[in-house]
């Protein structure tokens, strides 16, 4: 595991999407996992830049995400169909049809959680996976449990992190309670993983992961030590509590 500490969250940002960018200039097709939420917006800025600025291709790239509420539908403003679309789709040159959501509106969630994995399998896999890391320590939607799934399927949401996201929405009593997910397995096949954290509110669960580096799945991202390609990309805040 690598870890990279930026100044702020801006050079965060600027470094993550300069990984992006290496590995699109490396493998034009490259199929991409992506997170949804604050953190990742400042990289997919930047992703959009270099689009602009600097010829930055995305026509024969494949996107997968790691998660969606159940109940949302892609027109919902707090869907996270709608907020990719919104943020990166929309903005650079990459196919709708090459960019995968998991359907929170599917009858059979489980089901199609399952056809979610045969999905990435035959599209190649997943090449780079950015993830970010919630303040319990989950990924993508896998909440601290007694065990974690290894594939894509239907999750209840932890209190806390239906309070931590309860900022996107008008009431809390709107936040879903439930979501599809990528399972821990699914997320490990990614060939190359970036987690990253930012702010002082990230500061406790980046402390503990790294501080005595060991496996539980109280903290789930801590499965990510397991990983032999996994970049952790930090601003001094979010870093502040990890012993020097």
Known sequence: MKVIIKENYDELSKEAAKMVEK??????????????????????????????????SFKDVSSFNLDEYIGLDENNENSYRYFMSENLFKLIDIKKENTYVPNGMANNPIEAGMEYDRTILENGGIDLQIL??????HIAFNEPAKSLSLGTTLVRLAKATI???????????????????????????????????SGKNKADIIGKLLNSPSITTNIPASLLLLHPNVTIICDKDAYSRVNK
């Open 23 to 56: 590995q699109l200039r490396g493998k034009k097709n490259s199929v991409l996992g992506l997170a949804t939420g604050a953190t990742p917006l400042g990289t997919y800025k930047e992703l959009v830049r270099l689009f602009k600025d600097e010829d930055l």
């Open 132 to 137: 970010g890391i919630g303040s319990n320590g």
């Open 163 to 197: 309070q931590d996201n309860a900022r996107f929405f008008d009431n809390i009593k709107d936040v879903p309670t439930e979501a599809i997910t990528m399972g821990i397995g699914s997320i490990m096949r990614a060939r190359k993983i970036i987690l990253l954290a």
